[in-house]
């Protein structure tokens, strides 16, 4: 039997990818929830789509009264800048959102007595490094340091970790029958994520690819931090293979609940030179935003992934280099010569 997949956030940057990839692998049959109609390619990959708001309980109860789920991807969320201008708005969406999403499925597994994986996508938003010169001699940070987030989005998503672990290891811990049903909550920490098939939406690491995408478009770009910037990155096909390879991963394996994944970290101004190579037209200004800057100079330089290259064998695919030839200048010149008609 097909197993049964939920993705909020179906249309979004991760959700985009992960679909497409999903639906490759083994017969999935893939329910998308997304607040706006999903693009043709992803509806044409799923089971079913929904158009509807994660907050909406109703809805959220009718899908589990349809569909036994097997995995829920819970990708929907308000990234940091956008948070950061609408924090009540984030509150609702990134945890309430959050909260009714492990609510179904903690009341799903227990109602069938079986286990429901829930993967859920944090960020290196919930490192919050004081100063500069404290995020250079940290250097790689681990999971278990520096978790002192200083915006709402990474606020929220450390909360969010917490929740997870909550929901599957003390999940109403006073109830007098304790039930056989249990929720298996995995999650990754992401640095800043780099799509060559859509656009940012409001991160304060998409930096980087707005430079690409308007190089790409031949717009100008004014970079919103200095050039000497320095967070992890990695490329979309590596952060939908690290969401397949922890899900998929033995839980015998797993020795915690929060993995760091990295794959390359180049500063803003080496970003924007391979940019230049690789569209030599390219105009690329800085013209640091000192409200953005500081919320990135609070995010490592770079994180440990240690732990999950041990436990379950993650390896990025895509280096600084690789990314660039193999995948993101080839796929965002074809998007916008097709764009262009050319
Ligand atoms: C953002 O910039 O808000 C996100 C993130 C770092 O998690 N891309």
């Not at 329910?31 to 044409?44: G, I, K, R, T, Y």
């Not at 404290?134 to 929740?163: F, Q």
């Amino acid at each position: 039997m097909p197993r049964t997949v939920l993705i909020t956030g179906a249309n979004g940057e991760i959700g985009h990818g992960l679909v497409t990839m999903l639906a490759d692998l083994a017969p999935t049959r893939i329910v998308a929830l997304d607040l706006h109609q999903p693009d043709a390619l992803v509806q044409s990959r799923c089971h079913r789509v929904v158009v509807g708001d994660i907050s909406d309980l109703a809805l959220l109860e009718n899908l589990a009264a349809t569909y036994d789920f097997d995995v829920v991807y819970h990708l929907a969320a308000l990234l940091s800048t956008k948070s950061e201008r609408q924090p009540r708005l984030a509150n609702r969406v990134n945890v309430d959102g959050t909260l009714n999403l492990l609510e179904m499925t903690i009341n799903q597994a227990r109602e069938q007595e079986r286990e429901i994986k829930f993967i859920y996508p944090s960020s290196i938003a919930v490192y919050g490094l004081p100063d500069l010169a404290t995020k250079h001699s940290a250097g790689k940070v681990r999971e278990d340091d520096w978790c002192e987030p200083r915006t709402m989005y990474g606020i929220n998503k450390l909360y969010c970790e917490r929740l997870g672990r909550y929901y599957e290891q003390f999940y109403r811990q006073l109830d007098a029958r304790v039930s056989g049903g249990r929720l298996d909550f995995r999650s990754l920490r992401f640095p800043g994520l780099i799509s060559a098939v859509t656009t940012p939406t409001g991160g304060t690491s998409d930096f980087a690819p707005e430079m690409l995408h308007a190089a790409a478009r031949r717009s100008p770009y004014a970079c919103f931090v200095r050039a000497d910037t320095r967070i992890p990155f990695m490329a979309m096909p590596d952060a939908v293979k690290a969401l397949l390879d922890l899900e998929s991963a033995t839980g015998e394996r797993l020795t915690r609940k929060v993995y760091n994944v990295g794959s390359f970290n180049p500063s803003a101004g080496e970003f924007a030179d391979r940019v230049k190579e690789a569209f030599p037209h390219a105009s690329i200004s800085f013209a640091p935003d000192l409200k953005r800057q500081s919320i990135v100079d609070s995010w490592p330089v770079d994180v440990d992934d240690s732990a999950a290259r041990q436990d379950w064998g993650w390896s990025p695919n895509f280096d600084f280099t690789r990314a660039f030839d193999e995948y993101l200048v080839p796929a965002v010149s074809r998007r916008y010569r097709a764009a262009r008609g050319d």
